[in-house]
């Protein structure tokens, strides 16, 4: 009975847990309604007198709130993708890795699946990294994050204002929304601030939409301030082909650490995010090239341009996989969460 409770008191606190994780969302969805009310209603049909001028905001701001709503809709609910079941210990292997007591056993066990596995990255200690809790040897890039519970492809970080985690399924779609997000307080600030100083001066009488307008310019600036700094380091970030856990953390590959191990060059960088094709840069549809488990590297563009690296040229897999460097077979097993 004791046990029964306990399991009773977990649960309620883990479906508190997922209800309040949804209230940064909540709070954001709340301001953009009230800035539509805001700008709509209050300042394009009441403040604005010139049809012509109404039409023209209504049309640009319509156009610019889709595609942030869009994008911002795709963030949310875009689910994380995760390695597929090659990367996981098989039923068997899971069993016999558990029953085993041996702790070099284990890590010898876990090498050599390692080793018919495209994975390049290591841990700290130059080990395979392995998640004792999904058991899984984690691919290139790959984290488990402890908000979702789960390991996460290509994983940038964990984002409570979308309540989701940001990896290779939706850092596009997360870059589309910060961008929008700035050009929406821009455009927002910019056709609004006529109007705050006429307001400011007297020239428009003291009317309820005097608050919303002054309030919606207010809540523009300080919004565009904090997403135009966030999207600038994301497209800094974006440049070098890094993500924000390998911005912190530099990755470790079987020739030792390297902080520009995925650089590519600046094009090649902003295609590995939205892909070949342009047309499809700007829209929050999936262009993301590759599948998420596996990723080019910068010793391919070595071989081939040695102007590229300040480094010494990482040896060449002698198999028909040129993309990646040698793997060593070595390295001991440690796990990593």
């Given at each position: 009975?004791?046990?029964?409770?306990?399991?009773?008191?977990?649960?309620?606190?883990?479906?508190?847990?997922?209800?309040?994780?949804?209230?940064?969302?909540?709070?954001?969805?709340?301001?953009?309604?009230?800035?539509?009310?805001?700008?709509?209603?209050?300042?394009?049909?009441?403040?604005?007198?010139?049809?012509?001028?109404?039409?023209?905001?209504?049309?640009?701001?319509?156009?610019?709130?889709?595609?942030?709503?869009?994008?911002?809709?795709?963030?949310?609910?875009?689910?994380?993708?995760?390695?597929?079941?090659?990367?996981?210990?098989?039923?068997?292997?899971?069993?016999?890795?558990?029953?085993?007591?041996?702790?070099?056993?284990?890590?010898?066990?876990?090498?050599?699946?390692?080793?018919?596995?495209?994975?390049?990255?290591?841990?700290?200690?130059?080990?395979?990294?392995?998640?004792?809790?999904?058991?899984?040897?984690?691919?290139?890039?790959?984290?488990?994050?402890?908000?979702?519970?789960?390991?996460?492809?290509?994983?940038?970080?964990?984002?409570?204002?979308?309540?989701?985690?940001?990896?290779?399924?939706?850092?596009?779609?997360?870059?589309?929304?910060?961008?929008?997000?700035?050009?929406?307080?821009?455009?927002?600030?910019?056709?609004?601030?006529?109007?705050?100083?006429?307001?400011?001066?007297?020239?428009?009488?003291?009317?309820?939409?005097?608050?919303?307008?002054?309030?919606?310019?207010?809540?523009?600036?300080?919004?565009?301030?904090?997403?135009?700094?966030?999207?600038?380091?994301?497209?800094?970030?974006?440049?070098?082909?890094?993500?924000?856990?390998?911005?912190?953390?530099?990755?470790?590959?079987?020739?030792?650490?390297?902080?520009?191990?995925?650089?590519?060059?600046?094009?090649?960088?902003?295609?590995?995010?939205?892909?070949?094709?342009?047309?499809?840069?700007?829209?929050?549809?999936?262009?993301?090239?590759?599948?998420?488990?596996?990723f080019p590297m910068r010793s391919m563009n070595e071989s081939q341009n040695p102007l590229l690296a300040n480094e010494e040229p990482w040896e060449d897999n002698e198999d028909e996989n040129r993309d990646y460097p040698e793997a060593s077979s070595s390295l001991t097993m440690e796990t990593e969460t």
């Open positions: 009975m004791r046990r029964g409770w306990k399991m009773s008191l977990s649960g309620g606190l883990r479906c508190c847990r997922r209800l309040l994780s949804w209230v940064p969302v909540l709070v954001i969805v709340l301001v953009v309604l009230w800035s539509y009310y805001a700008y709509v209603f209050e300042l394009c049909l009441v403040t604005v007198l010139s049809p012509a001028e109404k039409v023209i905001y209504l049309i640009f701001y319509h156009a610019i709130f889709v595609f942030f709503t869009w994008t911002y809709w795709k963030s949310i609910f875009t689910l994380p993708q995760q390695p597929n079941q090659k990367f996981h210990l098989s039923y068997s292997d899971k069993e016999r890795y558990e029953n085993e007591e041996r702790p070099e056993v284990q890590k010898q066990m876990l090498v050599d699946m390692a080793k018919k596995l495209p994975v390049y990255t290591r841990t700290g200690s130059g080990a395979v990294r392995f998640c004792d809790r999904c058991h899984l040897i984690k691919p290139d890039r790959c984290h488990h994050c402890s908000v979702c519970a789960m390991c996460v492809l290509k994983m940038d970080h964990h984002c409570p204002w979308v309540n989701n985690c940001i990896g290779f399924s939706n850092y596009k779609f997360f870059l589309q929304f910060l961008a929008y997000s700035v050009l929406y307080c821009l455009y927002i600030a910019t056709t609004v601030f006529n109007y705050f100083i006429k307001y400011w001066r007297g020239e428009l009488p003291s009317v309820r939409s005097k608050f919303h307008v002054l309030f919606l310019l207010f809540v523009a600036c300080m919004f565009f301030v904090s997403l135009v700094i966030l999207f600038g380091y994301h497209c800094w970030l974006v440049s070098r082909n890094k993500t924000t856990l390998e911005a912190f953390c530099t990755p470790v590959f079987t020739s030792g650490p390297e902080k520009n191990g995925f650089n590519l060059g600046f094009i090649k960088n902003i295609q590995q995010v939205f892909g070949d094709n342009k047309k499809f840069w700007l829209i929050p549809i999936g262009s993301s090239p590759g599948d998420g488990h596996s």
